[in-house]
């Protein structure tokens, strides 16, 4: 068993890239190698709490990348703290077993405030005048100041949007060899975007996607270079595990237009454009990728029956789930949708609910993952010369999210240590366990 675990989490990752990642391959030379199934949604935030948890949303509790809570009548999307994972976490189960075991979350996205004892994941600061100042969490809350003055700060426009390059995970790769190199945790996970970007936009077998891929093993190479000399002679077992894989999209559908024109959507309407009304709404969808949460006020059984008609056998939907159906995925969790849709492999699901583009609310033309009720890949596309985003959702080429049911949607396991785990299909969940054993858990 290794004395440190060291987790590469790495969206969009697929078997056939491995060819051109020389880097990647050759610390991984000799171990394991297995499909890697996402469970079901197959999205950031509901695929790492799996990895870390070993359980899925029924249990945990992250049903999508956001959450609408009823209550408030307010949706929450990509702010929410560790608290809302209901289930012990890898670094949880680590200190419970054994309290000398140390543990660092590189990026996860719902890690701010968890138990690892060392974190890092951004958090710039909302100035009263609308700006931001660029800053992470950090735990010791001290570190990020150590690191800012070695690296300069989080590049935080190339994590996300218009602008998203190598320089956001170049950045963390180089904080996470930082920290090894101080504190060497015995595990270490490590979030790395980079192969995310590319394949949505163009598709994931775009030259542009391609490119991704050799940058992102170029930057591994410095990266497992910098861990060697962190580690030194220290039994360290290395794990790459893509979250999902993004697959060829030519299709869209826009749920909550067809809830609009079936009279079931509310519009509060502003100076600024048409804005959604969730408390007045009989039935509203938060789209995220490849699938969404339709929730319907007071859970109305009418409403609910009404909602699957008006999706069932539409194109580019594949299931329509409801109410007690949502076992088949394990999501029947009181934060999902009392209806989840879900898309054929080709198409996704645009948050969009104007019938007119002149009517649109004024952040969906601004790069604003908080603001909007749902993912919105477009703001890939931001159109530099009119300093604005293109509505038009058929721009996607790639997404992800719907059951890993055909071997294109599956990703990788790779361990650099044969042995730690069978060359069989896994599921996300797995990973966990995976992890745990090498510490005799």
């Not at 996300?160 to 270490?188: C, E, R, T, Y």
């Not at 270079?225 to 030194?232: D, I, R």
Request: hydrophobic share 40%.
């Amino acid at each position: 068993m290794a004395d440190h675990v060291v987790l590469l989490s790495i969206p969009g990752l697929r078997e056939q890239d491995l060819e051109h990642m020389p880097n990647l391959s050759a610390v991984m030379q000799g171990g394991d190698c297995a499909p890697l199934v996402p469970s079901f949604p197959a999205v950031t935030w509901p695929v790492q709490t799996n990895l870390l948890t070993g359980q899925l949303p029924v249990d945990h509790g992250v049903v999508a990348n956001g959450f609408y809570w009823r209550d408030r009548n307010e949706v929450e999307m990509w702010t929410a703290g560790n608290k809302v994972i209901e289930q012990p976490q890898i670094w949880d189960i680590l200190k419970k077993h054994n309290p000398s075991l140390t543990s660092a979350a590189w990026f996860p996205m719902l890690s701010k405030e968890c138990n690892a004892d060392y974190v890092c994941m951004p958090k710039p600061v909302h100035n009263p005048d609308g700006s931001e100042s660029l800053w992470c969490y950090t735990h010791p809350i001290e570190y990020y100041g150590e690191l800012r003055d070695e690296l300069d700060h989080f590049p935080l426009k190339h994590f996300w949007g218009p602008l998203a390059n190598i320089k956001s995970s170049a950045w963390i790769a180089d904080s996470a060899v930082m920290a090894a190199k101080k504190h060497q945790p015995n595990f270490f996970y490590i979030y790395i975007t980079h192969l995310d970007y590319a394949a949505q936009k163009s598709g994931p077998d775009s030259e542009a996607a391609l490119v991704a891929v050799k940058e992102l093993d170029e930057l591994l190479g410095r990266f497992f270079t910098g861990m060697k000399e962190a580690y030194q002679d220290k039994n360290v077992l290395y794990l790459a595990a893509s979250e999902y894989t993004i697959v060829p999209v030519d299709h869209v559908v826009y749920p909550n237009r067809v809830l609009r024109e079936a009279g079931l959507l509310a519009i509060d309407t502003r100076d600024d454009g048409e804005h959604l009304d969730y408390q007045n709404s009989q039935a509203w969808a938060l789209a995220d990728h490849q699938f969404s949460h339709v929730y319907i006020k007071d859970a109305n059984p009418d409403v609910i029956q009404k909602v699957k008609q008006l999706f069932t056998g539409v194109e580019g939907i594949a299931e329509v789930l409801a109410l007690d159906e949502r076992k088949k995925y394990q999501m029947d969790h009181e934060r999902s949708g009392e209806v989840i849709l879900i898309s054929t492999a080709n198409s996704w699901q645009a948050y969009y609910w104007w019938l007119d583009d002149a009517n649109a609310p004024g952040y969906a033309r601004t790069v604003d993952i908080h603001q909007k009720p749902g993912y919105d890949p477009v703001e890939l596309h931001f159109d530099m010369q009119n300093k604005c985003i293109p509505l038009d959702a058929t721009l996607i080429g790639g997404s992800h999210g719907a059951p890993a049911l055909e071997p294109f949607q599956r990703g990788i396991l790779l361990g650099s240590e044969r042995g730690a785990f069978l060359e069989t299909p896994l599921a996300d969940t797995d990973v966990c366990d995976l992890v745990l054993k090498q510490f005799g858990v």
